[in-house]
């Protein structure tokens, strides 16, 4: 019988009270390490929610360094050219809270940033956002509520950074998954063209 957790207090009697340390290390103000964290991150996740609730979390990724920090309570993530859903920037307008999550690669901790964000289509910063010559059109500006570093058990257990473990061909190529899955009337051909070493050639075109 599945035994479903319903309150507060279920919770905290299953799991216990988090130690003083991991309630005390939030913040809300930058500090020089996470300046440096943010410089040296390549990617990061975005996580949203929309008015009624839904959620949505989408990777970023882009040069280390990508995720500009304004001052000590603000950063901006510029848009690169994608598949045009926007469902996290259609978040973003009903409900601006959202949580985001940086890595390094190798690393074993990240850095949690949660705040209030807005969409900005320009600004002076838009010039230092500037990758292969694309501009961003919009970025997504962030005013930092709380970080904190997370620890390292997740990565440890998954065992992530670990080249062994990697199993890159245990499902079928990209081409092959979007049209057993998506698009099935796409000839494989068509999609393994368009998958190819083209994809990677033209990330920041539109």
């Known amino acids: 019988m599945t035994e479903e957790i319903t309150s507060h207090e279920e919770l905290r009697e ?30 990061c996740l975005v996580a949203t929610a929309g008015a009624d609730g839904s959620c949505d ?16 309570r603000t950063i901006a993530l510029p848009e690169r050219p994608g598949n045009r859903r926007a469902d ?13 999550i940086f890595l390094i690669p190798g690393r074993t901790d990240t850095l949690r940033i949660n705040g209030r964000a807005k969409l900005v289509r ?12 694309h501009r961003p059109v919009l970025a997504v500006e962030v005013t930092v509520e709380q970080i904190f570093y997370h620890c390292t058990k997740a990565f440890l257990r998954s065992e992530l950074w670990q080249p062994e473990t990697w199993q890159p061909d245990v499902l079928p190529s ?13 000839s494989l051909a068509d999609l393994e063209h368009r998958y190819g070493p083209a994809y990677a050639q033209n990330l920041y075109r539109g």
């Open 14 to 43: 299953l799991l216990g009270a988090p130690s003083a340390r991991a309630v005390a290390k939030e913040r809300a103000v930058l500090h020089e390490r996470d300046r440096q964290w943010l410089a040296a991150s390549p990617f």
């Open 57 to 72: 979390v989408s990777p970023k990724g882009d040069p280390a360094g990508f995720a500009l920090v304004l001052d000590d």
């Open 88 to 100: 996290g920037y259609r978040n973003i307008l009903a409900n601006p809270h959202l949580g985001l």
């Open 122 to 133: 320009d600004a002076p910063y838009f010039d230092d956002m500037l990758v292969q010559g």
């Open 174 to 186: 990209r081409a092959r998954l979007i049209k057993e899955v998506e698009s099935p009337a796409e």
